[in-house]
C-alpha cells in the first residue's frame, strides 16, 4: 500500500510541474498539440500506476520527451507563420457582417442549433442580432452584435465614468491576506479601522474587499446555530 501511494505521489507531482512548465489552460482553451499531448501523459503516467512492476523510469523519460517537444513544436510554430496555421487554423467567419455562412457553419460541422444555442448561452434571443460571430482556433465562439443590440455603457451614453479597476480580497474567511494589503499601499491599522466602521473585528469577515477606487464590499461571516 505505502508502494502504491509512493509511486502515486510522485508520478502526480511529476505531472503538475510539467503542466506547469507547459503552461497548460483550460481544456476548452487548448490548441490541437496541446490537447494531443495532454492525452499522451496522461497514458503514459498511468503505466506505473497500473503495473507495479513497471519501472518510474519507463513513465517519466517519455513524458519529459514529450515536454521537450512541446516546449520545441511551440517555439517553432511562434517562429513560422505556416505552421502556425497548419498546427492552429485560423478564426472562422461563422457570421459575417450580419450574414449567416452556411457554407462555413458546414465546412467546421457546427450545426445551426448549436449555433443558436450558444447565442442564448451569451444572451442573445436571435441570430439577427449578431454583426460577427466568429469560431476562435481554440474553439471558443466570440460573438459581436449588432450596434442596436450592444448594452449601454457610459460610453455610449456620454457619461464620464471612473476606473475602477478589479476587487482586491483583503480579508478571506478571517484571515487578512497581508502581503496584498501592502501591496495596495495600506496598513493593518487602516483596515482594522474599517471593520470597526461596520462593528466587526477582522475575525468576523468572511470576505472584505477593496478596488482600485477605494470602494469597499464587506460580507460578515454567518453565525452558526447552536
Not at 503552461?23 to 497514458?43: N, T, W, Y
Request: glycine share 8%.
Amino acid at each position: 500500500m505505502a508502494t502504491i501511494l509512493f509511486r502515486t505521489l510522485i508520478v502526480y507531482i511529476f505531472i503538475s510541474a510539467v503542466f506547469r512548465m507547459m503552461g497548460k489552460r483550460e481544456v476548452g482553451q487548448m490548441q490541437i498539440s496541446d490537447l494531443v499531448a495532454a492525452l499522451l501523459l496522461s497514458e503514459v503516467a498511468a503505466l506505473p500506476l497500473a503495473d507495479h512492476n513497471t519501472p518510474l523510469l519507463n513513465a517519466l523519460v517519455p513524458v519529459l520527451i514529450i515536454l521537450a517537444l512541446e516546449i520545441l513544436l511551440t517555439y517553432f510554430k511562434n517562429k513560422s507563420k505556416i505552421l502556425k496555421r497548419l498546427l492552429e487554423g485560423k478564426p472562422s467567419f461563422l457570421i459575417h457582417r450580419g450574414k449567416l455562412n452556411q457554407g462555413e457553419l458546414e465546412r467546421m460541422r457546427v450545426s445551426i442549433e448549436e449555433l443558436l444555442g450558444e447565442c442564448r448561452q451569451q444572451g442573445f434571443s436571435d441570430l439577427s442580432d449578431i454583426e460577427y460571430a466568429i469560431l476562435e482556433e481554440s474553439g471558443k465562439l466570440s460573438l459581436f452584435p449588432k450596434a442596436g443590440k450592444q448594452p449601454l455603457t457610459p460610453d455610449s451614453l456620454g457619461i464620464p465614468a471612473q476606473e475602477t479597476g478589479i476587487a482586491h480580497p483583503l480579508i478571506l474567511d478571517g484571515s487578512v491576506n497581508v502581503p496584498l494589503l501592502q501591496r495596495l499601499g495600506y496598513d493593518r491599522a487602516w483596515l482594522e479601522k474599517e471593520c470597526a466602521r461596520r462593528g466587526r473585528t477582522v475575525s468576523d469577515f468572511f470576505l472584505l474587499t477593496v478596488d482600485d477606487a477605494g470602494n469597499i464590499t464587506a460580507i460578515g461571516k454567518e453565525k452558526k446555530e447552536s
